[in-house]
């Protein structure tokens, strides 16, 4: 079948003496069906249209809930799920599965005039199902848990920002919705020499305003090592509360997500006007070749879609460089977001404008991923 996004969609013509034989019947009806198709993959993109809550069981077994709702998968097949569904995981081996939602025809009237076997109708179904591993056939992720193995229960995330093992993780859950301009893919930087993931929350708080205010689609990739980062994200989130020994080999990585049109933003996690991590992040710049510059008022990224004179204050001293594809938050705008640090509540203006002003990165990155994937053709004769 063509693709609605990419392909040429045929149109019949009807003249007096049209011979009408399957073919022809066939191409007349997929004429409305392929720009519905278009209509919803391009005009409401891929995703959660409405609904398809997936919650726990209640008590807590191995049964997940999946609510009525309405989804659109990445080929622009509409899937309806119109009442409460319920799927236990099979699954008793520990590691990351995958809950997902596809869409499915079901032959219907099997006795036609082409014989036996041959159907004659197709009912518009779905179907539930867990993987192992990323499933790269069409489909829309309802949820995906961490399993420690055997048969413990599954439950709610209590901190749906960062779900724990046999916890429901819905972060990856992407909504439909909107004029779709493009997509935006964020995630959160895994080095090496890193113990655990620092503001967890950043990536997920951006996704859910760039959704919300703006004509853009957000998805979050997860915890990533730059190596896996090419070709999957437009912004990398990298943040830390102290040095970093960066290895070689995360470098090069970083400097291949670099070169492919990615975007790296640093935020350093601290309470006084010492910030060890930004001298990390500067000798990390050094060896990409680039030196950061302070982004003063009239700076791209000050100017739209959020208009500011100079970069929102955070939670801490600092300020805001950038370089060709990558930008230091000095201002930890990390626990900005989480509300500032522990006793320093900020204030709702303070939050909304690194909000507003990480929207105008997140912005920004996309624009540098397109412009450097599409060089080449710029330079054709």
Partial sequence: MTSPANGTITRVVPVNGLLVD????????????LHQQRHGLLLHGPGIAVGLETVAHDPPNRTLIIYPGLAIDP????ILLPECERYTVQTDQPGPIYIILQFREVASGSRGPSGPGVPTHLREAYRIVESRTP???PHVELARIWLTGGREPIGDAPDPYSPGPNQIDLRHRVEAGGLARGEIAIGHAWLDAMPAPIHPALPLRLIRALSDTTSYRARFIGQVPPAEAVGACALLYLASQGALALSGADVEGLRAFLDAGGTIVGDGCHTGPDDAFRDTFNDLAYKLGRTLQPADRGAPLLRGPHLFSAPPPGSAPGGLAIADGLIYCGADYGCALEGGQPGQPLD????RGVLELMVNIALAAYQRQRTVTFAADRRAP
Avoid at 348 to 351: L, N, S, W
């Fill in 22 to 33: 399957a073919d022809l019947w066939a191409t007349a009806h997929d004429f409305h069906r």
């Fill in 75 to 78: 080929s622009g097949n509409t």
């Fill in 135 to 137: 499933v790269t056939d």
């Fill in 348 to 351: 709702r203006a303070a939050i």
